[in-house]
C-alpha cells in the first residue's frame, strides 16, 4: 500500500477555510485573520503563533462551520475527484492531512472518495457557540504534518508515503515522507515552488507522476 497525503485549504479546495470563518464577522476581521494565515503559509510566521489567536477574535458557531463545509464542496479543486479514484486504481490510499478543521472538510472527503481526516477538531456548546478546539492536535504547530505522517507510517506500514500541498506547513512534512510534491494551483508559494520535488498547477498531474 502506498499513501497519498493531502493538504485541505488551497489544495482540495480554492479557500482557506479559516478565512472564510473570518469573513462572516465583517470585512475588518477577514483582512487581519487573512493576514496572519498568508504569514504562516509562507512561513513568516510559525503556526503555534497565531492558531489559537485566529478562533479568539472569530469565535466560530457550529452553523458557521457547516457553510464552510459547503463552501469547500462549491470551491473543490476540478480535478481533485478524477485524480482522487485514478490514484486509488494506482493503488495509492488518500488521506488529508489539515491544520484546518475536521468539521468542516469530511464533507468534501467524503465527497472526493476520501476515508480518513486528520484535522484539527472544533468544540461547540449545545447553543451551537464556540467552544475551543483541540489544542493538542499536532497540526495546530509547526513541524505538525510530519508528526502525523510518522504516526499514519507507524500505523499502516505503507511502502510510499507522498504529500501534496502550497504551504510552508506542508514543506516541513519533506522529512517525513518520500517525496514532497508541491502545488500552485491557487497561489504558488516561491519556497515550496523551490524547494519541492516536483511542483504542479493541477491535481491531474498526480496521476502521470505517479502512477506511470
Known sequence: ??????????????IEGVDELARARGPEIFAQVEAMTEDAMNGLLPLEAIFARRLEII???????????????????????????ALRRGGWTP?????????????????LGIGRVEAVDLYFGEDGAYGGYDADYPTTRSGGKSE???????????????????????????????????????????????????FIRSLSELVPLLTG
Open 148 to 198: 502525523v505522517i510518522r504516526r499514519l507510517r507507524s500505523e499502516l506500514h505503507p511502502a510510499r508515503v507522498m504529500m501534496v500541498g502550497d504551504g510552508v506547513s506542508d514543506l516541513e512534512a519533506t522529512a517525513a515522507v518520500d517525496q514532497f510534491i508541491g502545488y500552485g494551483g491557487y497561489i504558488a508559494r516561491p519556497q515550496v515552488e523551490r524547494e519541492a520535488s516536483a
Open 95 to 111: 488521506i488529508i492531512v489539515s491544520g484546518g478543521f475536521s468539521p468542516a472538510i469530511l464533507p468534501l472527503a467524503d465527497w
Open 1 to 14: 500500500m502506498n499513501l497519498i497525503c493531502f493538504d485541505c485549504d488551497s489544495t482540495l479546495s480554492a
Open 59 to 85: 469565535q466560530p458557531r457550529r452553523q458557521e462551520a457547516a457553510a464552510v463545509a459547503q463552501r469547500y464542496l462549491e470551491t473543490v479543486e476540478p480535478t481533485a475527484r478524477a485524480t482522487v479514484a
